[in-house]
């Protein structure tokens, strides 16, 4: 489809290996993996009325995004434990 649309076959390459490495956590391969990878676990702890504890060790072991924690900590609040 990316080809379809005229992308640079680099371009195309990094969004199929993105798609196909996001349930990949180590190693990071770039600022745009990480924050794919935020994003899909703040979905997942959304989606999953994930409980306190869960929410706040992913946010201290998976994110690293200054971004991605406030995010985070918007979402699930900042008086429930979530650092």
Avoid at 6 to 20: E, I, Q, S
Avoid at 28 to 52: R, T, Y
């Amino acid at each position: 489809m990316l080809s379809r649309l005229g992308f640079d076959p680099a371009v195309t390459g990094r969004v199929c290996r993105l798609v196909g490495q996001h349930h990949t956590y180590h190693p990071m391969d770039g600022a745009d993996h990480q924050i794919l990878v935020e994003a899909d676990f703040l979905v997942n702890l959304f989606e999953n009325a994930s409980p306190d504890a869960a929410v706040s060790s992913a946010l201290q072991k998976i994110f690293r995004t200054e971004t991605g924690k406030r995010i985070g900590r918007v979402m699930f609040g900042t008086g429930s434990g979530v650092c």
